[in-house]
């Protein structure tokens, strides 16, 4: 039988202990592939400025696939170095590498830097203080956040900003900034995410970091100054591609429910309640997407179904089958409400309003009828069609403040 790859992985990674519990405060991951000319620059100037730090710490090289001279540098600097340690993967991916190291790291706190350095390392205390007092459960550098300062082509400042505008349009992500090479988890929280993330490439932090915020977990965010590296090898356009399946395919494990972040809130002993989260606008959004899919589908029954019944009937119908699914999807979507508990009670809700929404519909019907006695079938989808957008507002408007209100 076929290993999986993540088994693989893990049979084929050199330099990690079983046993792991005299390790180090901070354990500053740096995923490297094929980086011999740069390696041990950036471990210097990063093990020195570790040093000025108050907090022991470890610098662990992850070399995933590297068919150069990464390997023999990075072996040199562990004998030049007890604070640096080297380890190998045979198979590529900086999600693979960071998932490997940090699944098994007896540290505290968790980092990951890109082995160019081009954040600011000032920034590094800043990163790791709310997390080892408490405040926080991951931290992120952002370069899209008010009192950074980035020096990068504008090419890779547009696609960066709209990476992260659609992350707020399609997963609601209240994060600023998904790719900085420039972050840090608590231990106990990654134990508890990592198993969860799928990703093995690129779209790792992202689907982490979602996931967290999904969780109801505390993110913090510290603005850096941001250098861009003008050796960088990342195929921007394989990367984008490879991050919108990311997207569509933790999107529609987030709307199917199978993430259990409830559990992974309640482990963790997180109070904070994940749903509503993005705020007003994101809601919106997303309840308007909802409502448009929910407003075509019920002009396309009500034609199908016009055809067999009456106008009340048909509208009656059509109305009943959407509601039950735009409940279903908003209750999942919109405000974030997972699992099974309440559900009944919020598909009652949802009828109650239905039977507002159904005075309102079938009333314009009979203003219709009242003013032409052969309306034709077009206008009365016209017509009934505007008077849902109405009721869409109004059930936005009470599932936010009666429905899924907090309690």
Same mark, same amino acid.
């Given at each position: 039988?076929?290993?999986?790859?993540?088994?693989?992985?893990?049979?084929?990674?050199?330099?990690?202990?079983?046993?792991?519990?005299?390790?180090?405060?901070?354990?500053?991951?740096?995923?490297?592939?094929?980086?011999?000319?740069?390696? =041990? #620059?950036?471990?210097?100037?990063?093990?020195?400025?570790?040093?000025?730090?108050?907090?022991?710490?470890?610098?662990?090289?992850?070399?995933?696939?590297?068919? !150069?001279?990464? %390997?023999?540098?990075?072996? #040199? @600097?562990?004998?030049?170095?007890?604070?640096?340690?080297?380890?190998?993967?045979?198979?590529?991916?900086?999600?693979? =590498?960071?998932?490997?190291?940090?699944?098994?790291?007896?540290?505290?706190?968790?980092?990951?830097?890109?082995?160019? @350095? $081009?954040?600011?390392?000032?920034?590094?205390?800043? @990163?790791?203080?709310?997390?080892?007092?408490?405040?926080?459960? /991951?931290?992120?550098?952002?370069?899209?956040?008010?009192? $950074?300062?980035?020096?990068?082509?504008?090419?890779?400042?547009?696609?960066?900003?709209?990476?992260? /505008?659609?992350?707020?349009?399609?997963?609601? +992500?209240?994060?600023?900034?998904?790719?900085?090479?420039?972050?840090?988890?608590? +231990?106990?929280?990654?134990?508890?995410?990592?198993?969860?993330?799928?990703?093995?490439?690129?779209? &790792?932090?992202?689907?982490?970091?979602?996931? =967290?915020?999904?969780?109801?977990?505390?993110?913090?965010?510290?603005?850096? !100054?941001?250098? !861009?590296?003008?050796?960088?090898?990342?195929?921007?356009?394989?990367? %984008?591609?490879?991050? @919108?399946?990311?997207?569509?395919?933790?999107?529609? %494990?987030?709307?199917?429910?199978?993430?259990?972040?409830?559990?992974?809130?309640? #482990?963790?002993?997180?109070?904070?309640? %994940?749903?509503?989260?993005?705020?007003?606008?994101? *809601?919106?959004?997303?309840?308007?997407?909802?409502?448009? &899919?929910?407003?075509?589908?019920? +002009?396309?029954?009500?034609?199908?179904?016009?055809?067999?019944?009456?106008?009340?009937?048909?509208?009656?119908?059509?109305?009943?089958?959407?509601?039950?699914?735009?409940?279903?999807?908003?209750?999942?979507?919109?405000?974030?409400? *997972?699992?099974?508990?309440?559900?009944?009670?919020? *598909?009652? *809700?949802?009828?109650?309003?239905?039977?507002?929404?159904?005075?309102?519909?079938?009333?314009?019907?009979?203003?219709?009828?009242?003013?032409?006695?052969?309306?034709?079938?077009?206008?009365?989808?016209?017509?009934?069609?505007?008077?849902?957008?109405?009721?869409?507002?109004?059930?936005?408007?009470?599932?936010?403040?009666?429905?899924?209100?907090?309690?």
């Amino acid at each position: 039988m076929t290993a999986a790859p993540d088994d693989l992985a893990r049979t084929a990674t050199q330099g990690l202990p079983h046993d792991d519990r005299d390790a180090p405060v901070l354990d500053v991951v740096v995923p490297v592939h094929n980086e011999e000319a740069g390696l =041990a #620059r950036c471990v210097q100037r990063l093990h020195r400025h570790l040093s000025g730090l108050p907090y022991s710490f470890r610098v662990t090289i992850a070399d995933n696939a590297s068919t !150069d001279g990464t %390997a023999l540098v990075a072996h #040199r @600097l562990t004998r030049e170095y007890d604070e640096v340690r080297a380890v190998h993967l045979e198979l590529k991916g900086r999600g693979r =590498a960071l998932k490997e190291v940090w699944s098994r790291s007896g540290s505290q706190v968790l980092v990951y830097m890109d082995v160019d @350095l $081009s954040t600011d390392l000032n920034a590094l205390l800043p @990163l790791v203080a709310p997390l080892l007092s408490g405040h926080s459960d /991951l931290a992120i550098g952002s370069r899209l956040t008010t009192g $950074s300062r980035t020096l990068r082509a504008p090419k890779r400042e547009v696609i960066s900003r709209c990476y992260n /505008l659609l992350l707020r349009s399609t997963l609601r +992500a209240g994060f600023s900034d998904a790719q900085c090479g420039f972050k840090a988890i608590r +231990a106990d929280v990654a134990h508890e995410l990592l198993p969860l993330v799928e990703d093995t490439a690129w779209f &790792f932090d992202t689907e982490l970091l979602v996931l =967290a915020e999904r969780a109801g977990l505390r993110i913090h965010e510290v603005p850096v !100054d941001w250098v !861009d590296d003008p050796d960088s090898r990342v195929d921007i356009v394989r990367t %984008a591609r490879d991050d @919108l399946r990311g997207i569509a395919r933790l999107g529609w %494990a987030l709307v199917r429910g199978r993430m259990p972040l409830t559990e992974v809130r309640e #482990r963790l002993g997180r109070t904070t309640h %994940a749903g509503a989260a993005g705020g007003l606008g994101p *809601q919106v959004a997303l309840f308007v997407v909802v409502g448009v &899919f929910s407003t075509l589908a019920y +002009a396309v029954l009500y034609v199908l179904l016009r055809g067999v019944l009456g106008a009340f009937w048909a509208n009656a119908l059509a109305l009943v089958l959407t509601a039950f699914a735009n409940t279903a999807a908003n209750r999942r979507v919109t405000f974030g409400v *997972q699992g099974r508990e309440h559900a009944l009670r919020h *598909q009652l *809700q949802g009828l109650v309003i239905l039977a507002v929404g159904l005075v309102v519909t079938s009333g314009s019907l009979w203003l219709l009828h009242a003013a032409t006695s052969t309306p034709g079938r077009w206008t009365e989808v016209v017509v009934l069609t505007v008077a849902n957008l109405a009721v869409t507002v109004m059930r936005f408007v009470a599932m936010r403040v009666w429905v899924f209100a907090r309690r």
